[in-house]
């Protein structure tokens, strides 16, 4: 193992520690329950910039898609409205 993961595997046991220390010493979980509460929300903001990058990634995409195809249809709208063998009548529906 290298020195980084031998790091997190000493962090996670004495966390683990920690956190049973606590419930047998007071007897209930409502302390543990809250430390582990805030291990996982303090994870959950480590990973929250990655979510932000495909959030933003996600919304560039759809109004890409979304400005394309009202273009597109301005187009076909032009199209029909100035070539006159277009104006047939599955095309003005």
Do not use: P, W
């Not at 683990?16 to 007071?26: E, G, K, P, R, V």
């Not at 302390?31 to 990973?47: F, Q, R, T, V, W």
């Not at 990634?57 to 409205?81: E, P, R």
Request: glycine share 2%; net charge negative.
């Amino acid at each position: 193992m290298s020195a980084v993961q031998e790091q997190t595997v000493n962090e996670n046991k004495r966390e683990t520690l920690f956190l049973s220390l606590i419930t047998q010493t007071n007897g209930t979980t409502t302390i543990n329950d809250e430390l582990i509460n805030k291990i996982h929300i303090e994870e959950y903001e480590a990973n929250d910039s990655r979510h932000l990058i495909h959030l933003i990634i996600i919304i560039i995409v759809c109004l890409l898609m979304f400005t394309l195809t009202i273009i597109g249809n301005l187009i076909v709208i032009l199209a029909i409205s100035l070539v006159q063998k277009l104006r047939t009548a599955a095309n003005i529906l």
